[in-house]
């Protein structure tokens, strides 16, 4: 997937699905859909 300066791609809770997000959003304390949905799988 591409990069952008600023942003960062997360795994949606919904697997296969992904979302390009702002980073400082992002950095919050979460789950993400990764761990849940897709095996941990980077």
């Given at each position: 997937?591409?990069?952008?300066?600023?942003l960062?791609w997360?795994?949606?809770?919904i697997?296969?699905k992904m979302?390009?997000v702002?980073?400082?959003?992002?950095?919050v304390?979460?789950?993400?859909?990764?761990?849940?949905?897709g095996?941990?799988i980077?």
């Amino acid at each position: 997937m591409p990069r952008i300066d600023g942003l960062i791609w997360h795994h949606h809770q919904i697997p296969g699905k992904m979302q390009l997000v702002i980073k400082e959003v992002h950095s919050v304390n979460h789950l993400g859909g990764n761990r849940l949905g897709g095996g941990g799988i980077r």
